[in-house]
């Protein structure tokens, strides 16, 4: 009974491990086949035997133990699965091979109130040939599984019914087993020493602290540079809104014609001094500072490229005076003709602005006419799209029949087809039957040929585990004498010894420090000297920054006082030739609109909004405030012009 008990519990062991939606069955064998190697020829073969059974009929064995945890197996532990998966192979496909008395030692061997309850359930003839044959009738044919497989076990009913009574008589006459009486711990006095009278401990001095140093000032007090740069920053942003407001007020100025914008400018001057008032001004005895010219610090690289620049244009100076000098031509008619055509591009550039927009309002006014004609147009494309869906429609009803019709040959054929599949199933079940004893019977050969290859390899490993061995006991010299003082004898030139050697060594590392003393001096040297060089181009970078800021700002002065003055009106082709195109298209758009209504241009999308810092938010509240005032007065300047020409 153990013997056989043990064999169970392999297989039990080897379905534990076996996972359907990883493993393959047949790789699943040949790696149980390789490690059940160790025990018998008998023991291997019955052990495979039943667990390539159990993987086979898997779906057979697990309808009937699903159904026994679910109707009788309620107290049984979800751990037993696959004890009651091989008992009901066993039972089923494996009772007429072994003989019931062997199948009665191998149920003798197992826990006998489980066996007891399995075994009542498995052999039920009602429920045998109920659902149980029903349910193995989805999967195999009928008759293939009431002939195989219900037929032997109502065969072997009478006799299993016998063993179930002879389990039970053994359960009932099982004498419970005594309780033994548990000693009572009996308990004893500690053998404790006496503690010693405690002497009075000596008083530890009392530490002495350190004075703390005093907290400085400057961690409750901010620096003085600090509160500067906050009494310079003020004083700059008060003074650019203050510019800000100025260019503003000359923008209105100059945009609002004198007749109608000259009180709303001055209202919206006292307007916009009260809102850009700064800040500062609220609070009284206030201080304000001039911030210091500090100069920019500049690099090696930027003082290098700026007084190369600059010598390159003190050269070219220099070259410039010496060919007038020599009796060179002077370049006053070169800038007097650079002049006019500075002009004439001026003319061109303001002529192509008005030309864009006046570009922009035809393109207005054909957008408004090609919207009109294209209303018309989709009226007529509307039509004949629903002439062309009733089409569709009349020619969908007729396909719809047709599909129909198909459809219903198809199921034909799919019904005469389903009764050939059983035919084809019942052949390829033999094919696969065969095809699995072959396969058996080429592992139990693999098996034998690898335990023999094995057991070589064995001793081939024992033999030369004992030459190692026997070459470790031999004894071996562990030192050697060594004179640094001899010289080897190699035959080499410059030989030496080791002694030698490192004399010479620390000899040319003394030289090597010699020598890196040395260059250090001359890097400081020549640092030096670049600094001083570097220094002086500076002063000269000063010099000539000076000369370029003045040249610049007259020649700013010259710009702006020509930008001041004001321009003769354009007489341009193309702009009057939009004017003309103009004026026709708003003719033609209002005999259009006479003749039919007209929808409404549509309105532009809103911008999203956007989060502004508070200083550009006033910015913009001063741009808003004016715009509206401004954008009227444009208007009506230009159709008062408009109206005169």
């Not at 001057?269 to 809102?275: G, N, P, V």
């Not at 061109?348 to 147009?377: H, M, P, T």
């Not at 599949?421 to 095809?435: T, W």
């Amino acid at each position: 009974m153990a013997y056989y008990g043990k064999c169970i519990e392999t297989v039990i062991e080897q379905l534990n491990k076996f996972k359907p939606e990883k493993d393959i069955p047949e790789q699943f064998l040949e790696a149980a086949s390789t490690s059940l190697q160790t025990l018998s020829p008998q023991k291997q073969a019955f052990i495979l035997e039943v667990l390539s059974g159990c993987l086979e009929y898997r779906k057979l064995l697990a309808v009937v133990v699903d159904a026994f945890y679910v109707r009788a197996g309620w107290l049984c532990r979800r751990a037993d699965y696959n004890l009651f998966e091989v008992i009901c192979y066993l039972a089923t496909f494996q009772l007429d091979e072994l003989g019931f008395q062997l199948f009665s030692d191998i149920i003798r061997s197992q826990p006998l109130d489980k066996m007891c309850k399995f075994l009542g359930f498995l052999f039920n003839p009602l429920s045998l040939c109920s659902w149980i044959k029903d349910e193995w009738s989805l999967i195999y044919e009928t008759a293939h599984v009431s002939e195989n497989w219900i037929d032997p076990l109502m065969r072997w009913q009478p006799e299993v019914q016998e063993l179930i009574k002879q389990l039970e008589k053994v359960m009932t006459n099982q004498s419970p087993l005594p309780k033994t009486k548990a000693k009572v711990t009996e308990p004893k006095e500690f053998n404790l020493t006496v503690p010693r009278p405690r002497a009075i401990p000596v008083p530890e001095p009392v530490p002495v602290m350190t004075k703390p140093k005093p907290i400085p000032r400057s961690t409750y007090h901010p620096p003085k540079e600090q509160e500067q740069l906050e009494m310079t920053r003020r004083y700059n942003r008060w003074k650019a809104e203050e510019l800000l407001l100025k260019v503003n007020i000359e923008e209105m100025r100059c945009a609002v014609p004198r007749s109608r914008g000259t009180t709303l400018v001055q209202g919206s001057e006292k307007k916009l001094q009260l809102r850009f008032m700064p800040r500062i001004l609220k609070t009284p005895k206030l201080t304000f500072y001039k911030p210091n010219n500090v100069p920019v610090k500049l690099n090696t690289a930027a003082i290098l490229r700026e007084g190369s620049l600059y010598q390159r244009q003190v050269e070219k100076e220099l070259q410039r005076v010496d060919k007038l000098v020599d009796g060179a031509g002077d370049f006053s008619e070169f800038l007097e003709w650079q002049k006019k055509m500075q002009a004439k591009d001026q003319e061109e550039a303001l002529a192509a602005g008005e030309c864009r927009r006046l570009q922009g309002k035809l393109s207005r006014e054909e957008a408004i006419l090609a919207r009109q004609l294209l209303r018309q147009g989709n009226k007529q494309k509307a039509d004949q799209k629903k002439e062309e869906t009733a089409e569709l429609m009349q020619q969908c009803a007729e396909r719809r029949l047709q599909e129909e019709r198909s459809m219903k040959e198809l199921v034909e054929q799919v019904i005469e087809v389903q009764k050939n599949v059983k035919v084809a199933q019942m052949k390829l079940l033999k094919g696969r039957r065969q095809i699995v004893q072959e396969v058996i019977e080429e592992s139990r050969e693999l098996l034998q040929r690898t335990a023999e290859a094995a057991k070589e390899e064995q001793k081939r490993r024992c033999e030369l585990i004992a030459q190692h061995r026997a070459l470790e006991t031999q004894p071996m010299r562990k030192g050697k004498l060594v004179d640094l003082t001899q010289i080897p004898g190699y035959g080499l030139e410059g030989e030496m010894s080791v002694v030698e050697l490192r004399e010479r060594l620390a000899l040319l590392k003394e030289t090597q420090q010699r020598k890196e003393e040395e260059k250090r001096d001359q890097i400081i040297q020549a640092k030096r000297a670049r600094s001083q060089g570097l220094q002086n181009m500076v002063e000269q970078i000063s010099l000539c920054r000076a000369a370029m800021g003045r040249s610049a700002a007259l020649r700013w002065e010259q710009k702006k006082a020509q930008s001041a003055a004001p321009g003769p009106p354009s007489q341009d082709q193309r702009v009057l030739e939009l004017r003309r195109r103009i004026e026709e298209s708003a003719a033609e758009r209002r005999k259009q609109a006479a003749s039919g209504p007209i929808s409404a241009p549509r309105a532009p999308r809103p911008k999203p909004r956007l989060l502004r810092t508070p200083r550009a938010t006033s910015v913009l509240s001063l741009r808003n405030l004016y715009g509206g005032a401004c954008a009227s007065a444009w208007r009506s300047g230009r159709d008062a012009g408009a109206t005169r020409k």
